[in-house]
């Protein structure tokens, strides 16, 4: 199939399609003829097939022109799956196993075949459902460090960020899209925009609220502006897939160099929100114990963040920024401490307004998220989505003078029971 011209591939043409390609048909086994194809996707963009054969089955994903969201009407290039192979081989490399296995890469078909999760589910479904992932905290806390300390100018050779830099320059069709969606259209009528109708007040509130707007258009300038290493991009808990005892991470199409707070903060938020949402799914007091483990993951995945980021800059800082020749080669081990804790503090103050905007454009914008979409009621989806906007808002607003996550996992409980 290389060099052909593009072709969605459907249940029924894939084995023909990809019966010829040694690497896919090698893994599957069998006649093609017999191969059992589903389509899985059930995303915002792309085409998802699982193909099962006589060995084994394995993933096939496929970029469509446009946004299945949406639609024809949204067109959307191909290209964006060219960027998710170029990131999901990069975060192979920094972050060892914390991705799937790849396959196959067609550029020309937009299409990429990989590892077959199994038994793995969706972090969010498994949030939903009330399940406690002893893992996640640890392995997304590894993750995000190791990839984002690892592909900055922390770490790199300068010449080969630089080319990295601008391979991903060209992800601008979809770095527009968290342009719009998450930093702009929730804070306006925007004509896809939707919420739950009982929020009609908080929504005008939010929306006339000038320290929030302003705020979140700093966050944008930021995000546009700060290309400080490769980021996922889209980094929220639809994108990682887990087990008890594994975690991956998937989907990083949205891949571009941008600010190392910008995946933290999306990570976290998912979180809050999982949070907010758990009185939506509760039946006599049953998400209590869900509650407080949603909190403690979130204060585990900072503290594994942070402890991380320390110990690479510690140890692996071999790139521009920084250098040792200006600290540790001088004696001056206090000076490089300095500067780290300056960069941490950095970080810390940009997740809490990624993630206040991150929880604004779930519940304002067009792309929501099914920890509140699943709350059928809308009286209590309101209630819910109603303490995380004023959560986001407190987050994004006054990112400067939180101090611990403590305090605002307190205002999380608070907001949460209604006070
Ligand atoms: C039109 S795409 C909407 C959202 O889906 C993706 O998963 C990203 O989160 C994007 O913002
Ligand atoms: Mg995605």
Redesign the pocket.
């Known amino acids: 199939m290389h060099g052909s011209t593009f072709q969605a591939l459907t249940v029924e043409t894939l084995p023909q399609r990809l019966g010829p390609v040694a690497a896919v048909a090698e893994r599957v086994g069998g006649q093609p003829s017999a191969w059992k194809v589903r389509e899985v996707g059930d995303?915002?963009?792309n085409l998802v097939f699982i193909v099962e054969g006589e060995k084994a089955a394995v993933v096939v994903k496929q970029a469509l022109p446009y946004?299945r969201?949406?639609g024809d009407s949204w067109p959307l290039p191909l290209k964006r799956s060219f960027f998710e192979y170029h990131a999901l081989t990069r975060q192979e490399k920094r972050a060892p196993g914390s991705v799937p296995a790849i396959y196959h890469f067609d550029e020309s078909q937009a299409l990429i075949a990989m590892e077959y999760l199994s038994p793995h589910i969706i972090l969010r479904r498994a949030l939903i459902q009330g399940r406690q992932l002893p893992r996640i905290a640890e392995d997304l806390g590894l993750f995000m460090a190791r990839t984002l300390f690892r592909g900055s100018d922390l770490h790199m050779p300068t010449r080969e960020r630089k080319a990295d830099l601008a391979l991903f320059a060209d992800n601008t069709e979809l770095c527009d899209?968290?342009e719009n969606?998450?930093f702009t259209d929730p804070y306006f009528a925007a004509p896809m925009n939707r919420h739950t109708p009982e929020l009609d007040p908080l929504v005008a509130e939010l929306r006339a609220d000038r320290n929030l707007k302003v705020e979140a258009q700093k966050l944008k300038h930021l995000f546009a502006a700060k290309a400080e290493t490769l980021v996922h991009g889209?980094l929220?808990t639809?994108s990682v897939m887990v087990t008890d005892g594994d975690t991956r991470v998937i989907d990083p199409e949205?891949a571009f160099y941008g600010p190392i707070a910008f995946d933290v903060g999306m990570l976290l938020a998912n979180y809050w929100m999982a949070f907010f949402s758990q009185r939506g799914h509760e039946e006599q007091g049953s998400r209590e114990a869900m509650r407080a483990y949603l909190l403690q993951v979130i204060e585990e995945t900072w503290a594994v963040f942070r402890a991380e980021f320390a110990r690479l800059w510690r140890t692996e800082r071999t790139g521009m920024l920084y250098h040792r020749s200006l600290y540790e080669d001088q004696g001056d081990t206090l000076g490089a401490e300095q500067a780290l804790s300056h960069l941490i503090h950095e970080v810390w103050t940009d997740m809490l307004g990624f993630a206040g905007v991150e929880i604004h454009r779930r519940i304002l914008g067009?792309?929501h998220n099914a920890d509140f979409e699943t709350i059928e009621d809308t009286g209590s989806r309101a209630s819910c989505e109603g303490a995380a906007l004023k959560f986001g808002r407190h987050i994004a607003v006054n990112r400067r003078h939180i101090h611990s996550l403590a305090e605002i996992n307190h205002l999380a409980q608070s907001l949460d029971k209604g006070l």
């Open positions: 995303g915002n963009l946004v969201l949406v899209i968290t969606l998450v889209d929220h639809g949205f067009l792309a």
